[in-house]
Structure formats: C-alpha cells, structure tokens
C-alpha cells in the first residue's frame, strides 16, 4: 500500500470549481502509477468532471486500458488540457469539452459532439459535482440548492437520456455517488440530497435498461483528495480532511479508478445496479 500523506495538512482555500495544480499536497491521480493491461481496447467513453479529481485519475486509467476519451469539463482549461495531454501520450484519441452540464441544452450538444466524433458511447461516467458547505438551512440561499441539484443530478438524467440512444449492447453508465447518501453530513445538505437521488436512480435505470443490455453502476466514495476540497470548505476543515476515518486520511483520486474501471469492463457483465463503497474502510450499508 502506498504511503499517500495524512492530515494535517497546510491550510489552504480556493475558489470553486478549483485546481489541482494549486494543492498542497498535489493529488495522485495514477500520472506514474497505472499501468494498462488493455481491459477496456477499443472502448469509447465520455467522463464529466474529467479535467481533475476522480475524473482525471478515471481519464487516465481509461486511456492506458486502452480506451478513447471524451473529457467535459466547466472551465478549468490547464487542468483539462494537461489530462487530455496524458490521454493522447497513452496513445488515445481525447475529445475535449467545456461547459456547463447543469444547462440541458449543453448535455444534448456534449453527447452529439461525442457521437459526431466516434460514433457511439460505450462507457459514460457521470462524475462532475458541486458542493458548498452551510452551518444552517437558512444560509443556503435557493440559488445554491438549485444549482446543486442542476449539476449533481439533473445533468445525470439529461446527459444519459441523449446518451443511451447511442450505447450498444454491453455498454455501461457509471454514476459517482458518494457515502453522503447512507450518511448525510449535515453541512452538506444540498449535496449529500442529491447523492441520495443518484443512488436511487441508479438503481432504478439499471432495472429500466436490463433488456437493452446496458450496465447501470455507481461508485460511492468517502473523503477523496479533490479540488473540490480547498473550493468548498474552509481552511481549517482541509488541515483535518479525511482524520476521521478508519485510515486516516482521504483517498487519492487514483485509489478510485480501480473501481471505475472494474464497472466498465465487459467482464463485469452480471454486475448492474450495484454501488461500489470506496470509503476506507467507513461502512456503507
């Protein structure tokens, strides 16, 4: 097991949506450390959220399997540019998207420029999030709520409602759930609701597209080293990230890819409607 840095860590604080280049540690996100065994050749997938995070360490692992990438991303242009970088050195072909998912609109012309490009998808990751953190129900403004809900779950459905016309047999839709669905932290109310939806839909698609022979799957991951992080909490919350669980620290990005790529594989294929807990070692019922 390698030995990833536990907290505490350096007070630090950015804007959302963040940065990975900015972090302190910076993330580990399998830059060095996945090797491909071809599990996923001749593969194409779309990852949203695919410029950092779980997203990159995702992108990577997909690429040196051997699969061609579409990236969405909201606009973190450096970070998107250097993962669609490491795609193409693995020998892949990477589609590279800006956005706002949280717009149906922009979901609909992802999925068409994606399908434009390779023609079909076989693997959607469905992985971009918001969060803010709020001591009270009266502090979140109805604006936040509604963009939570916007990009955390709305863009889930319109993105694999345009997606699933163009998924052949044997593809799969991976959502990014998280433990906040069976343990909501309360500051995260908003976010840890709409984790709660995709589980629920989850579970649910995977019933609805069973004759059609597509995969429905999530993983639910615990505290993860992220951008997200510094974005959306404060300083002193980040120095004490991940303390309180079994291993003591939060995962990093590339400790999830195993479970991502265990779900898109077509050997898994008797595996739909489950949800993958990564929670080091935080039970997850």
């Not at 889930?156 to 799969?172: Q, R, S």
């Not at 404060?234 to 779900?263: C, H, I, K």
């Amino acid at each position: 097991m390698s030995d990833y840095p536990k907290p505490p860590f350096p007070e630090q604080q950015q804007s959302l949506p963040g940065s990975f280049r900015k972090m302190n540690p910076r993330p580990d996100h399998g830059e060095e450390s996945w090797k491909g065994t071809g599990r996923l050749e001749g593969k194409v997938a779309l990852i949203t959220g695919g410029d950092s995070g779980i997203g990159r360490a995702v992108a990577i692992a997909y690429a040196r399997e051997g699969a061609d990438l579409a990236l969405s991303w909201l606009d973190e242009t450096e970070d998107a540019a250097s993962t669609a970088e490491l795609v193409r050195e693995a020998g892949r072909d990477c589609l590279s998207i800006p956005g706002d998912i949280a717009d149906p609109g922009h979901c609909r012309t992802l999925v068409a420029q994606v399908v434009e490009r390779f023609g079909r998808i076989d693997i959607l990751v469905n992985n971009a999030a918001h969060q803010r953190l709020f001591d009270k129900i009266e502090e979140i403004p109805d604006e936040e709520w509604r963009r939570t809900f916007a990009v955390n779950i709305d863009a889930i459905f319109y993105l694999t409602k345009a997606a699933v016309p163009h998924m052949p047999e044997g593809a799969a839709i991976i959502n990014t759930a998280s433990i906040n669905a069976d343990k909501p932290n309360p500051k995260l109310l908003a976010y840890a609701t709409t984790k709660g939806a995709i589980q629920n839909f989850t579970t649910g698609l995977a019933q609805m597209l069973a004759e059609r022979r597509i995969r429905v799957n999530a993983v639910a991951p615990g505290p993860v080293w992220t951008p997200l992080i510094p974005a959306s909490m404060s300083p002193e919350d980040v120095s004490r990230f991940g303390a309180d669980y079994p291993m003591q620290r939060p995962a990093q990005p590339v400790e999830l890819a195993t479970a991502y790529v265990m779900l898109a594989e077509p050997m898994s294929s008797y595996v739909s409607g489950a949800t993958i807990a990564v929670t080091g070692g935080k039970p997850m019922i």
